[in-house]
């Protein structure tokens, strides 16, 4: 039987780690659901989110809240840049083939990367936590870093909002009856186009958002785009495309096999989370609180 | 605008799917405050001609006018800000979405001309609706489905209202309470353009209809033509 701190400290762990893949999974399910686009450049987003933030905490310099400020002015950036995408490329595909949607979502993947190279370099950067949760607290005697603990009320916090935003607003009732058959909606004199671009201009700005956040915890070098984009499909895939809940619970198992599947394969830590993936993928195809596509 | 003119015309419109061709070149008109029926048989194009004059599926060629404004083309978001309701044939409820959030969705502000309804007058007019407020349109019975989409529709203020098909696949009980709910949003005001294929229904319901046959008009005239003649029925409808 393992020590029960270390055991604690691996859940911990695995918790913030799926805080953050709560972040992007949930933007990605969200644009799934409405929009019906898998967005393969959502990890790109996540990415920029993190160089942007870098660089605006350069151009900060020493304003003790430089970090807050450029992780919000990332999202935004990231979040005006999805916009962008969505009204002026995205939207031109909406009625060919879903083939000419993942081609197109594929090819931002590269076209953003290799932009990232020539902006930033191909080298690892870093950011700094934010002076206040420099510090660490023992935790069950665990010392927990601060800024982990942050992540860990922040994704919770965020998922709270999310699904408030989606039942108690009106807008949120858009985007819930769009997702089940936009054209009624249409014909109800919902402009769904406009909802559309919403949509992806709020999913876009998670994205931002967790790769800011991320970037104190984790070094920002290029291929975390895909690194992340492969995260999260596992775990909306798990928890169900297009399910609220089933995002955050497929974000929570996913951390928790990740980090306590190391201990068991310590050089074949994914294989546990691929494998999880191919039971659920034989047992429910539609994920654990998704629900099969109607035929 | 002279008062007896159409708000409605339907000059001449050719709409496909694709390939297959649906109408062939349709006519109607619909007058403030009238109820016209469009009668014909499964697959004749009731439902294209209503989904033409939405937007949902425009039209290849030919034009729809909306109060003397051309809405050709218009998107459908656009056709219902204009004022124009549609209640869809397989009713379209948002399954996952409560009845009261259904209801929400479509509302609009009222517009000068509009039936000025609320929530509260829309249970008014379906009381069984005020008791299921909570419950998730998925979970309603046909009838109850049905009902709730035309509820949905008013909730937009719309002048016109397009019904497709409403009486299809209910019991004969609710069908006959149907009538009764579109007789009196008739009375009071509301104009009515209604596909159907229940021939009983419709005539009750209808000051002038139109038959449709393989995508063209077949008949125009006053509905007390058809509801006298049987003879004339059983040609046009083959009852």
Not at chain 1, 132 to 141: F, I, P, Q
Not at chain 1, 274 to 287: E, K, T
């Amino acid at each position: 039987m393992p020590d029960p701190t270390f055991l604690f400290a691996q859940s911990l762990s695995g918790l913030t780690a799926a805080m953050f893949l709560f972040l992007i999974a949930s933007g990605l399910s969200l644009i799934f659901g409405v929009l019906g686009v898998l967005n393969f450049a959502h990890g790109s987003f996540y990415m920029l989110g993190a160089y942007v933030a870098y660089q605006l905490v350069q151009v900060l310099g020493r304003d003790p809240a430089a970090f807050w400020w450029a992780a919000l002015g990332a999202a935004c950036a990231i979040a005006v840049l999805g916009g962008l995408v969505e009204r002026l490329l995205l939207r031109h595909l909406y009625a060919k083939d879903v083939l000419y949607q993942l081609l197109f979502t594929y090819a931002l993947i590269l076209v953003l990367s290799d932009a990232a190279k020539v902006v930033w370099g191909t080298g690892q950067l870093s950011i700094a936590r934010p002076p206040e949760l420099a510090g660490a607290t023992r935790v069950l005697g665990t010392l927990v870093p601060h800024y982990e603990l942050f992540v860990l009320l922040l994704g919770p916090a965020i998922a709270l909002g999310f699904w408030l935003l989606l039942h108690r607003t009106r807008a949120g009732r858009f985007v819930r009856a769009a997702a089940l058959d936009r054209e009624m909606l249409g014909a109800l004199g919902v402009n769904v186009s406009r909802l559309y671009t919403s949509v992806f201009v709020l999913g876009s700005f998670l994205a931002g958002l967790g790769g800011a956040l991320i970037a104190p915890a984790k070094a920002i070098v290029p291929g975390m785009d895909v690194e992340i984009i492969v995260e999260a499909f596992i775990v909306v895939v798990i928890g169900g495309l297009g399910s609220f809940w089933g995002t955050f619970l497929g974000a929570v198992i996913y951390g928790q096999v990740l980090s306590f599947g190391i201990l068991i394969f310590p050089r074949f830590s994914i294989f546990s989370v691929f494998a999880l993936m191919a039971v659920v993928l034989i047992l429910r195809p539609w994920g654990l609180l998704g629900r099969p596509l109607k035929t | 605008m002279s008062a007896a003119g159409p708000v409605l015309e339907v000059r001449d419109v050719h709409t496909a799917y694709g390939l297959s061709r649906v109408l062939f070149g349709v006519s109607l008109e619909v007058r403030a405050g009238e109820c016209v029926c469009l009668l014909g048989r499964n697959g004749v194009g009731k439902t294209t001609t209503i989904r033409s004059i939405m937007g949902l599926t425009p039209p290849s060629a030919g034009r729809v006018v909306w109060k003397g404004t051309d809405i050709t083309g218009w998107p459908p978001h656009r056709v219902a800000r204009a004022g124009i309701g549609f209640v869809p044939e397989d009713r379209r409820i948002f399954a996952d979405l409560t009845v009261w959030e259904n209801l929400d969705v479509a509302v609009r502000a009222a517009r000068a001309g509009g039936g000025g309804f609320s929530i509260e007058r829309v249970f008014d007019l379906f009381p069984k609706l005020a008791e299921l407020t909570a419950r998730q349109g998925g979970f309603l019975s046909g009838g109850e489905q049905q009902m709730l989409t035309i509820a949905r529709t008013l909730m937009g203020n719309p002048e016109l209202l397009l019904l497709d098909e409403p009486s299809e696949g209910l019991a004969p009980l609710v069908v006959d309470h149907l009538r009764e709910q579109v007789a009196r949003l008739r009375r009071e005001g509301l104009t009515i353009l209604l596909a159907e294929q229940n021939v009983e229904f419709s005539l009750e319901l209808a000051d002038r209809v139109y038959v449709l046959e393989k995508g063209a008009i077949r008949f125009s005239g006053p509905a007390g033509r058809l509801r006298d003649d049987e003879a004339l029925r059983h040609e046009l409808l083959a009852l």
